[in-house]
């Protein structure tokens, strides 16, 4: 079975930053694309950044410059480094990872969401 992790989300105040971290396991033959996206209380869920296995890397515009995102493929994991946060950053945070498993299958699989909460 081919599942994602996420950890890393908690309460943080304004200004501050987390490291979100998602590792994919299981039966795993390549990772195409990963990325993060977040869904806000009452709102849909919106695209934060992705990144490709080459490392090529895509943000939401009004995220740019203050959200990193990176992956390390030895260990099939994908970060997200967000600084600066405002209280409208609060979100579930999703990971997101594009499988080819060793069965061989595609999975457009998602993880269990992180809760990050930015409050003072």
């Known amino acids: 079975q081919v599942q994602l992790v996420e950890s890393g989300g908690g309460l943080v105040q304004p200004g501050g930053s987390l490291r979100l971290s998602c590792a994919a396991s299981?039966?795993?033959?390549?990772?195409?694309?990963m990325g993060w996206y977040r869904q806000a209380p009452g709102k849909q869920r919106e695209l934060v950044a992705t990144i490709t296995s080459g490392g090529t890397t895509n943000y939401a515009d009004s995220l740019k410059g203050r959200f990193t995102i990176s992956r390390d493929n030895a260990k099939n994991t994908v970060y997200l480094q967000m600084n600066s946060l405002k209280p409208e950053d609060t979100a579930v945070y999703y990971c997101n990872a594009r499988i080819a498993t060793m069965d061989p299958r595609y999975l457009d699989l998602w993880g269990q969401g992180t809760l990050v909460t930015v409050s003072s």
């Open positions: 299981g039966s795993i033959f390549s990772i195409y694309a």
